[in-house]
């Protein structure tokens, strides 16, 4: 059985582009997103957040 490709949303690309940015990839890569540390993925969330804030402004 193969897995069906979800098309990334605005938030997911969002995301990937802050896990990147973080260093992250490659960790993503290895053992999912399931995989990050509350740490990490906190951190994600609270880029996002600010992002999403900052951009509603402009």
């Not at 897995?3 to 940015?21: F, G, P, Q, V």
């Not at 960790?27 to 900052?54: D, F, H, P, Q």
Request: aromatic residues 4%; charged residues 40%; proline residues 0%.
């Amino acid at each position: 059985m193969t897995k069906k490709k979800k098309k990334l949303t605005e938030s997911d690309l969002m995301k990937y582009e802050i896990a990147e940015e973080l260093g992250l990839v490659e960790k993503i890569k290895e053992v999912g997103w399931g995989g990050l540390s509350a740490k990490e993925t906190g951190r994600i969330g609270g880029i996002m957040t600010s992002r999403k804030v900052k951009n509603k402004k402009n």
